[in-house]
């Protein structure tokens, strides 16, 4: 049975274009696979806990090689708790909206918490570091609501921190099949915006066949 797990990082719900598209990846894949098991990480909806002090020791006392405290055990454990669900996934669909040129500060609040070592990744001085999560697919959802090509205003070349940012976290831990879907323009008006969904859409669902008809090959 395939494990999805769907992390949703903007607060708009039905109105964002990120979590639509990265809906209509999931609805095309159960389509041809009703086993499918889904859980939904909405950063919205959970009480994320601070990196504080206790998590702080916890971290360069793993480092260090010396035992933790009572509280810094308790910190270390929901870390590797929060982290458990990427652990699980044999698919990782992770919809983010562009704020600031990056990602939403949820995101990053996730991310930093859960990047830790010996939880999704190793580290040896002989080898260095060394992602945890192998064997696994992420499939990114990219809203953005201008224009990034090169000729535009906002060319990625200069302005995009969001898909460099989120792929080169996720192949450092460990996930190096990484699928990216871009929706553009939702900010030029209601036209602009239902077609750039309506494309967006279209290819989740190209790359959903593309997903499954791999796999079936390599079942073969």
């Known amino acids: 049975m395939t494990k999805l797990l769907h992390i ?62 009572p509280s810094q055990q308790q910190a270390w454990a929901t870390l590797q708790e929060l982290a458990q669900q990427l652990h699980w996934a044999d698919i990782v669909l992770l919809s983010t909206p562009l704020w600031n040129f990056s990602i939403p500060y949820k995101l990053k609040h996730f991310i930093d918490l859960v990047s830790q070592k010996d939880i999704l990744f190793s580290f040896a001085p002989e080898h260095g570091f060394a992602g945890l999560l192998r064997d696994k697919i992420a499939v990114v959802v990219h809203a953005r609501g201008l224009d990034y090509a090169a000729q535009s205003i906002t060319p990625a070349q200069r302005f995009d921190f969001q898909k460099p940012y989120v792929e080169a976290w ?30 967006a859409r279209e290819a989740a669902l190209r790359l959903a066949e593309d997903m499954l008809s791999r796999t079936t090959e390599a079942i073969a």
């Open 170 to 199: 996720l192949r450092f831990i460990g996930i190096e099949d990484v699928r990216s879907l871009i929706i553009q323009k939702t900010l030029f008006g209601p036209d602009i915006d239902h077609a750039a969904r309506q494309d």
């Open 8 to 69: 949703v990082s903007s607060p708009r719900k039905e109105r964002s274009a990120s979590r639509e598209v990265a809906e209509a990846f999931v609805q095309s894949y159960r389509a041809r696979r009703p086993n499918l098991e889904i859980s939904t990480l909405d950063l919205w909806d959970v009480d994320l806990p601070e990196f504080g002090e206790d998590a702080m020791l916890a971290k360069y006392a793993g480092l260090s090689g010396t035992p933790l405290a």
